[in-house]
């Protein structure tokens, strides 16, 4: 049963960093991309950044980058984001994607205070 688990959510001032994991099970995570997206209230989710499946190659929206880096460990089956400098507009429910098999976790709630 594939199961992904996201956590690292909470509350933030802005310029602070959070850290987010998605911890998977019942997939092949080594060989797969992975995605973090995010949705705002009363917006449609976004892509926030992917890694392949070596960790070699990672994409961001421009939104995002040079504030947020994802990495993973595959020995885990486990992916992260990090964000650093949030900001207000980063508040969000976060959510964790196997895009291959379109598997999504729950969501974690980021809130960026100004």
């Known amino acids: 049963q594939v199961h992904l688990e996201e956590s690292g959510g909470g509350l933030v001032q802005a310029g602070g960093s959070l850290r987010l994991s998605c911890a998977t099970s019942?997939?092949?995570?080594?060989?797969?991309?992975m995605h973090w997206y995010r949705q705002a209230p009363g917006k449609e989710r976004e892509f926030v950044a992917g890694?392949?499946?070596?960790?070699?190659?990672?994409s961001y929206a421009d939104s995002v980058k040079g504030r947020f880096t994802i990495s993973r460990d595959n020995a885990k089956s486990t992916f992260y984001l990090q964000m650093n400098s949030l900001e207000p507009d980063d508040t969000a429910v976060y959510y964790c994607?196997?895009?291959?098999?379109?598997?999504w976790g729950q969501g974690t709630q980021v809130t960026v205070s100004s």
């Open positions: 994607n196997a895009p291959t098999v379109d598997y």
């Open positions: 019942g997939l092949a995570f080594s060989y797969m991309t």
């Open positions: 890694i392949s499946w070596s960790g070699q190659d990672t």
